[in-house]
């Protein structure tokens, strides 16, 4: 499965970014997907799954603030960021994972088989 992540970009503190996951090749649909980050210097850290069965999971830095959704018909998964904070800049990739297992362990990055190019936030200050 290929995987596009777009929807990055620059905005203020306080304010929201929608990314999407986009695949192609296989049914999205079928899969636990999650979403990673890594700022530079440091290692990519989870954010957000949702599993085969559309149960979400959600790191602590995030919970109340982001989102994660997807949207069958277009093969997509999108993770809505609300209130971003400086600490949220990173690229964020979004992982694909089919196997029975990824969707037992959804916050390790170790369940995603096929992975994006990463899309970049900036958050000023």
């Known amino acids: 499965v290929q995987l596009v992540e777009s929807g990055g970009g620059l905005v203020q503190a306080g304010g929201s970014l929608r990314l999407s996951c986009v695949a192609s090749?296989?049914?999205?649909?079928?899969?636990?997907v999650g979403w990673f980050r890594q700022a530079p210097g440091t290692d990519r850290e989870f954010v957000a799954a949702?599993?085969?069965?559309?149960?979400?999971r959600y790191a602590d830095f995030v919970k109340g603030r982001f989102t994660i959704s997807r949207e069958n018909a277009q093969n997509t998964v999108y993770l809505q960021m609300n209130g971003l904070k400086p600490d949220d800049a990173a690229v964020y990739y979004c992982?694909?994972?089919?196997?029975?297992?990824?969707?037992?362990?959804?916050?390790?990055?170790?369940?995603?088989?096929?992975w994006g190019q990463g899309t970049q936030v900036t958050v000023s200050s």
């Open positions: 992982g694909a994972g089919f196997r029975s297992d990824s969707s037992s362990y959804p916050t390790t990055a170790a369940s995603y088989d096929d």
């Open positions: 949702i599993t085969r069965r559309d149960s979400t």
């Open positions: 090749g296989r049914t999205l649909s079928r899969a636990a």
